[in-house]
């Protein structure tokens, strides 16, 4: 016992020795660390709540409720240095436009930027982010899937499909994609390789059953 209780008193004077105190200045610093590192946690998880959100409102098409989510990300400075929330604005006005239109699309009815005011917002969001080039791979995949997708329902099925070419496929087939990715890829196949009346009609269906 006494081998033992000198062990750990030797210990506990070399540990004392060797431990420099930290007060005053370095000290009020330390602390100061401390509180931005819980800042940044607080941080980090207030943005992951935020885009898990997100991700379910895409994937359950709950489109009216991507605006104000997105003033939520405006505020909290979250993807200030891209376009993503623009990204999400366009992809909402889009989806609303064909729910509105689904007669015209089954009639094969070209939209047009006129008539459609949401679909000419959507396009014209859509062609800000894309000529700015500030969205991460994954993001300016879904924007190019969004735009050949506009391109399709007013005819210009050339242009969609060019769109189709120039996404990165990789990106989008890895393993545990969203919903909503796997939706955007399903219907650039269907751009890519049917005629028009078909990709039309996928797309109807489509939205009809998610």
């Given at each position: 016992m006494l081998i033992?209780?000198m062990?750990?008193?030797?210990c506990?004077v070399?540990q004392?020795?060797?431990?420099?105190?930290?007060s005053?200045?370095?000290?009020?610093r330390?602390?100061s660390?401390s509180?931005a590192g819980?800042?940044?946690?607080?941080?980090?998880?207030?943005?992951?709540?935020l885009e898990a959100e997100?991700?379910?409102y895409?994937?359950?098409?709950?489109?009216d409720?991507?605006?104000?989510?997105?003033e939520?990300l405006v505020?909290?400075?979250f993807?200030?240095?891209?376009?993503?929330g623009?990204l999400?604005l366009a992809?909402?006005l889009l989806?609303?436009?064909?729910?509105?239109?689904?007669s015209?699309?089954?009639?094969?009815t070209?939209?047009?930027?006129?008539?459609?005011?949401?679909l000419?917002?959507?396009?014209?969001?859509?062609?800000?982010?894309?000529?700015?080039?500030?969205?991460?791979p994954r993001?300016?995949?879904?924007?190019?899937l969004l735009?050949?997708?506009?391109h399709y329902?007013?005819g210009?099925?050339?242009d969609?499909?060019?769109m189709c070419?120039r996404?990165?496929i990789?990106?989008l087939t890895g393993?545990?994609?969203p919903?909503?990715?796997?939706?955007?890829?399903?219907e650039a196949?269907?751009?890519?390789g049917?005629n028009p009346?078909?990709?039309?009609?996928?797309?109807?269906w489509?939205m009809?059953?998610?």
């Amino acid at each position: 016992m006494l081998i033992d209780y000198m062990t750990l008193f030797s210990c506990s004077v070399y540990q004392s020795a060797v431990t420099p105190r930290v007060s005053g200045e370095y000290g009020h610093r330390d602390r100061s660390g401390s509180r931005a590192g819980m800042a940044t946690s607080r941080v980090s998880f207030s943005q992951y709540r935020l885009e898990a959100e997100i991700d379910r409102y895409r994937a359950e098409c709950q489109w009216d409720k991507i605006p104000p989510i997105v003033e939520q990300l405006v505020a909290a400075r979250f993807h200030e240095d891209d376009d993503y929330g623009t990204l999400l604005l366009a992809e909402a006005l889009l989806e609303e436009c064909l729910q509105d239109n689904l007669s015209l699309l089954r009639n094969a009815t070209p939209l047009t930027d006129i008539n459609q005011p949401k679909l000419s917002r959507s396009k014209g969001y859509l062609n800000s982010i894309l000529s700015r080039g500030r969205l991460v791979p994954r993001h300016l995949n879904e924007a190019l899937l969004l735009m050949a997708k506009i391109h399709y329902v007013q005819g210009c099925y050339h242009d969609a499909q060019g769109m189709c070419a120039r996404v990165g496929i990789d990106e989008l087939t890895g393993d545990e994609q969203p919903l909503y990715h796997l939706r955007l890829l399903a219907e650039a196949f269907v751009i890519k390789g049917t005629n028009p009346f078909i990709g039309r009609y996928w797309v109807i269906w489509n939205m009809e059953n998610t």
